[in-house]
């Protein structure tokens, strides 16, 4: 009788620790704030084209390279697309080619993005998500979220 009572309150005492670090992390990631891209260090430097060239290349290794990371990206605005809120989207590449970089503008951003016209250079800093490979002839997207431009 007396070693259930031990084990009873040995997988209680166990239980309660579970409870406590699973409701530290809830606590964590809901407070959990965004970095701040316009102050963080970029992972990576480069032209739009060459984004664009890499993920058409190799998929699973720009994949590996570039997903989740601050990537820092010049080129020329291809289009500037405005949602029904009044975001916008830079869709960065030449006029040539269909593939292009959408960079989905940062809501701190938002407000200047409107001094943007198409076709002129810019420097822009976000963050990659993904990459829409080209099924139907439509050209494929590097997606860039949380996007600022940058003054040089």
Known sequence: MMKNKKLIYKILVIVVFLIMGVALY???????????????????????????NEFSQDQNASNKKYLGKILELSGSIKKID?????????????????????????????????????????VIKGICTGYNADDLGLGSDVILNRSIAIKK
Request: with cysteine; aromatic share 8%.
């Open 82 to 122: 405005t949602d029904a809120n009044g975001y916008h989207t830079l869709i960065l590449g030449n006029t040539v080619n269909m593939n292009s970089v959408r960079c989905s503008v940062d809501s701190t951003f938002n407000k200047e993005a409107h001094n943007l016209t198409e076709g002129s250079s810019v």
């Open 26 to 52: 809830a606590y964590k990631e809901y407070n959990r704030k965004n970095v701040d891209i316009a102050d963080s260090k970029a992972a990576f430097t480069l032209t739009d084209i060459q984004l664009i």
